[in-house]
């Protein structure tokens, strides 16, 4: 999976998590909870959306890499590279 699909299904699960959130203003530089009103549930849910979308499990001790689009681009890549769109 190419980084602009992934970066379009990281987007999707965190709007289906959080629909207030303005994806024209998200910073990948930036935490998701420093930038929106993200609470704990919304970003549990936001994950859960990841595994759910991707076909993938993530350990909760990782949740916390996830918690800026760079972060989940660095971890989601290596998991999910070799995916085909689908």
Avoid: H
């Avoid at 998590?17 to 910073?27: E, G, R, S, T, Y």
């Amino acid at each position: 999976m190419d980084e602009n699909s992934l970066r379009r299904r990281i987007t999707e699960s965190l709007i289906k998590a959080a629909p207030d959130i303005d994806q024209n203003a998200l910073d990948p530089d930036i935490n998701f909870r420093d930038q929106f009103e993200v609470d704990s549930v919304d970003f549990l849910n936001f994950v859960l959306d990841l595994e759910k979308r991707l076909g993938i499990k993530i350990p909760e001790v990782d949740y916390p890499k996830l918690s800026g689009m760079k972060g989940c681009l660095a971890y989601l890549q290596p998991l999910v590279g070799d995916q085909q769109e689908g």
